[in-house]
């Protein structure tokens, strides 16, 4: 096998339609055809344009003439795919699949993987770099009202020298990312705390980063993570359905230093975040009494989170009455609950606050406190080796919950 972990390379489609469609040469897209075609996987996890640019669904395919629709990011795309893999694929218990998955994805893909509730050997992660995603509605509104642009008429949007950029066919603009995010537009909160944007814990990571020369915006920078992921990337170069050329060293260190930024992007959003926070877990949790007395305990947050997979949850459960029923605003034991059970592996993706009909900021709660954990157990949710479990997993396993 020729292609190894840590291999970097400039990737693109060999079929010209797929490239066009592609966003950056249609790599991704290429691969994940050439998988479904030769019975490497049985399905597709991707996701498609739904009503409109600003709308992503999830979509399973299993016919490779179908894999066009998944061409091209949707950057609006806030889901968090494993919950689709979890819950809706039974953890891929009897099926193959490969995934596209953005870091957050990628991490709640491994922790679930820790946790038994996902089956490693089959799935092959395609991680793709992100730079932070943007509610849908918001957006629209902040295309049409800040930058003056056809929400429906945008066809990419970029991140680069502190701007976010906005581009239709004939036109672009840019506005300071930091004013933007100042102003409460821009990307998700939880996305602007992000401080993984190459998805190392994925099998193979692809984006625009990093990409120099004649052939910037037509190839994707590939970088290889696991031996599963070298040997689908060595059976498609083989096989010719994919070009690829070496990384410029000068193109590396550029990719080296936009992640940085990103780095650095986020340490300041924490630190504005956190900066009124002190004390331990527990203070953390009751400095947000305020926020949480808004709670109408709608369960939201629990559904949407893709670590909450509990068939039956303590908080509904019969037996001990941990939860005074038609309580509203809910007990603090509520969140309690979800913090002992959740916390350690919560990946920071944002979809507890995301659906909150109280616009709790649930997610930087979970963030907060999840940073102490990372604090005290030196434990990084999603990006631990195999052998290392979450620290409630380990106190669970040694007997001391009961
Ligand atoms: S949380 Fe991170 S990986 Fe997930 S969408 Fe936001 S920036 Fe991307
Ligand atoms: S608690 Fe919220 S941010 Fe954390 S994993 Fe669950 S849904 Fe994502
Ligand atoms: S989504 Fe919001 S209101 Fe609903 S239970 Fe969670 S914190 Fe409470």
New binding site residues.
């Given amino acids: 096998m020729s292609v190894k972990v840590n291999d970097m390379c400039y990737m693109w489609s060999a079929d010209d339609d797929l490239a066009k469609k592609g966003e950056y040469g249609g790599a991704v897209t290429t691969l994940m055809k050439y998988m479904l075609e030769n019975g490497i996987v049985d399905a597709v996890l991707a996701v498609e344009k739904g009503a409109d640019l600003y709308d992503a669904v999830p979509i399973l395919i299993n016919d490779p003439k179908d894999i066009a629709k998944s061409a091209g990011s949707l950057h609006c795309g806030t889901l968090n795919i494993a919950k689709v893999v979890e819950k809706y694929l039974d953890g891929v218990n009897d099926i193959k699949v490969a995934v596209t998955c953005k870091p957050c994805d990628a991490m709640t893909i491994r922790e679930l993987i820790k946790k038994g509730r996902i089956i490693e050997d089959n799935l092959i992660m395609v991680g793709v770099n992100c730079g932070g995603t943007m509610p849908p509605v918001k957006t629209r509104e902040m295309i049409e009202e800040v930058y003056e642009m056809d929400p429906d008429e945008v066809v990419k949007e970029e991140i680069a020298k502190g701007k976010l950029i906005i581009e239709t066919e004939n036109d672009e603009k840019s506005f300071s990312i930091d004013e933007l995010e100042e102003d409460g537009l821009g990307r998700r909160t939880n996305c602007q705390r992000c401080e993984v944007n190459i998805p190392q814990m994925a099998d193979m990571a692809l984006g625009n980063w990093g990409v120099i020369g004649p052939l910037a915006g037509k190839a994707t920078f590939v970088e290889v993570f696991s031996d599963k992921g070298a040997d689908v990337l060595d059976k498609a170069i083989s096989a010719g359905v994919v070009n690829i050329e070496e990384a410029n060293p000068k193109g590396i260190e550029i990719r080296g230093k936009i992640n940085q930024s990103m780095v650095n992007l986020a340490n300041k959003s924490k630190e504005f975040a956190y900066s009124d926070i002190k004390g331990d877990i527990l203070e953390v949790f009751a400095e947000y009494q305020d926020e ?1 007395s ?9 559904e ?1 989170c893709p670590i909450c997979y509990c068939p039956e949850c303590s908080l509904e459960s019969n037996g001990p009455d941990w939860l005074t029923k038609a309580l509203i ?2 007990a603090p034991m ?2 309690l609950e979800r913090m002992v059970h959740m916390v350690d592996s919560c990946t920071n993706c944002g979809q ?1 606050e995301e ?4 616009e ?1 900021p ?1 997610a930087k709660v979970w963030d907060t406190v999840n940073t102490k954990i990372q604090e005290i157990f030196d434990y990084y949710r999603g990006v631990e080796d195999e052998g290392v479990v979450s620290p409630l997993t380990y106190y669970q396993d040694k007997g001391l919950r009961d």
């Fill in positions: 949480f808004r709670c109408m305990k709608c369960y939201g947050c629990r949407a605003p809910a509520f969140h507890c659906v909150c009909p109280s709790i649930v």
